[in-house]
């Protein structure tokens, strides 16, 4: 099964705290995407419930907790949403619920690396592996994603240009194959093209786009993060450009 590793991105941590600054996240199945994003929830705070500690550490504890510790202490983040929650009657109260937790990043996010200057080098000497990456953006900003596409070349090459024009028929196979958290499904005549964004949590959610040109309009940025271009020399070895 699929695993990503994710690390730590808060403040420092002190002694009292009991959370590893590095976490691996499993796959369901097959096929699905990993949030760049992830938080570690810890706690969380309703009006009418007050303050209630996730931590394992903290169950039975007298005085002072350590997510309240915590809170003292600045290191948590605040997500607010409205849910309903099920009770002990069979019925749903509705609550305004605030989430306490801890940022963490996947291992291959780069969303922080900037926007390299360097092209990828069409030379009939030169090999490049570049990385492209496209952020997807739906509900309002709320939900995103991140898809990578490897560039490896030797000659011919290919341009950053070449890339984007297969876009489409990229995603369309990953949609076809069940890879990258896209899917299609067709049925009585009506297609559907599936894809997992994720909220800042990294909680996933499979939004349904009635056409490819609708999925493809999430595209609000494409950026070159990584070209190594290397001449290959008569003899064979190669050098950075």
Same mark, same amino acid.
């Given at each position: ?99 306490y937790y801890l940022?963490?990043?996947? @291992?291959?996010?780069?969303?922080? $690396? ?5 092209? !990828?080098?069409?030379?009939?000497? #030169? *090999?490049? &592996? ?59 005549d009506y297609p ?13 959610? @499979?939004?349904?786009?009635?056409? $490819? ?5 999430? !595209?609000?940025?494409?950026?070159? #993060? *990584?070209? &190594? ?13």
């Amino acid at each position: 099964m699929e695993t990503k590793n994710y690390k730590y991105v808060g403040k420092p941590l002190p002694a009292y705290c009991p959370i590893k600054t590095e976490r691996t996240l499993e796959a369901a199945r097959d096929g699905v995407a990993f949030p760049h994003r992830w938080g570690l929830v810890v706690g969380e705070k309703t009006d009418k419930h007050g303050l209630a500690s996730y931590l394992i550490a903290d169950k039975d504890k007298t005085g002072k907790t350590i997510l309240e510790q915590m809170l003292e202490d600045d290191l948590l983040f605040e997500n607010k949403r409205n849910i309903l929650r099920e009770v002990s009657d069979g019925g749903y109260e509705e609550l305004r619920l605030t989430e306490y937790y801890l940022p963490f990043i996947s @291992e291959d996010a780069t969303y922080q $690396l900037p926007t390299v200057d360097e092209y !990828i080098d069409c030379a009939v000497n #030169v *090999k490049t &592996d570049a990385l492209i990456e496209i952020r997807m953006v739906a509900d309002d900003g709320d939900l995103e994603r991140y898809l990578h596409i490897p560039v490896k070349t030797s000659w011919p090459s290919v341009s950053f240009m070449d890339v984007l024009g297969d876009l489409e028929d990229d995603i369309r196979d990953m949609a076809k194959n069940g890879a990258n958290g896209f899917s299609y499904s067709r049925e009585n005549d009506y297609p559907a093209w599936n894809a997992a964004f994720f909220d800042k949590l990294g909680r996933g959610t @499979e939004l349904e786009f009635e056409s $490819l040109h609708e999925l493809l309009r999430t !595209i609000v940025s494409i950026r070159l #993060v *990584k070209v &190594d271009n290397r001449i290959v020399e008569k003899d064979g070895t190669e050098a950075h450009t």
